[in-house]
């Protein structure tokens, strides 16, 4: 019980401190601000969607790996390609955020599943407490980002 209560927390650190990274820097990118932040917000509706749906079809556990994944993916790729085209690199950033808002809503059935019926509502209270750790986290890392160059 309490490996998978670390797991659990440490999966939702680890999407409060992207998503929430991502949602305060998502103007800093090329484009218009206004137009970045209505399409990173109108495509958080898809990720849901797209959660609900790959639940359904792979379970939970695999559809939070794959949405973690191919989130992490896009963001890790997203740096390179900002030397060739800034507009795909926005893409590659917002198609990133859309896919931790799905990891997001996994992380609310996947936790309150792993724990026995007594103790469900407290295990998704604490997690997403837990999680708030990466929350606001996230403004230091894009501040420490700006300082430290790690990939120019």
């Not at 495509?43 to 749906?53: T, V």
């Given at each position: 019980?309490?490996?998978?209560?670390?797991?659990?927390?440490?999966?939702?650190?680890?999407?409060?401190?992207?998503?929430?990274?991502?949602?305060?820097?998502?103007?800093?990118?090329?484009?218009?601000?206004?137009?970045?932040?209505?399409?990173?917000?109108?495509?958080?509706?898809?990720?849901?969607?797209?959660?609900?749906?790959?639940?359904q079809?792979?379970?939970?556990?695999?559809?939070?790996?794959?949405?973690?994944?191919?989130?992490?993916?896009?963001?890790?790729?997203?740096?390179?390609?900002?030397?060739?085209?800034?507009?795909?690199?926005?893409?590659?950033?917002?198609?990133?955020?859309?896919?931790?808002?799905?990891?997001?809503?996994i992380?609310?059935?996947?936790?309150?599943?792993?724990?026995?019926?007594l103790?469900?509502?407290?295990?998704?209270?604490?997690?997403?407490?837990?999680?708030?750790?990466?929350?606001?986290?996230?403004?230091?890392?894009?501040?420490?980002?700006?300082?430290?160059?790690?990939?120019?």
């Amino acid at each position: 019980m309490r490996c998978r209560l670390v797991v659990a927390y440490i999966s939702w650190i680890v999407t409060n401190m992207v998503y929430y990274g991502l949602a305060l820097n998502i103007t800093a990118f090329s484009g218009d601000r206004y137009v970045n932040a209505a399409v990173s917000g109108l495509l958080e509706f898809p990720g849901i969607i797209g959660g609900f749906f790959v639940i359904q079809w792979l379970g939970r556990p695999l559809s939070l790996s794959l949405f973690m994944g191919f989130g992490g993916m896009c963001l890790a790729v997203a740096p390179f390609i900002k030397q060739v085209n800034q507009v795909a690199m926005t893409a590659m950033v917002i198609l990133g955020k859309t896919s931790l808002i799905g990891a997001f809503y996994i992380n609310f059935s996947i936790t309150g599943e792993m724990s026995p019926t007594l103790l469900r509502n407290i295990m998704v209270g604490s997690a997403s407490a837990v999680g708030k750790i990466g929350s606001f986290t996230a403004p230091y890392l894009m501040f420490l980002g700006i300082r430290i160059r790690i990939v120019a």
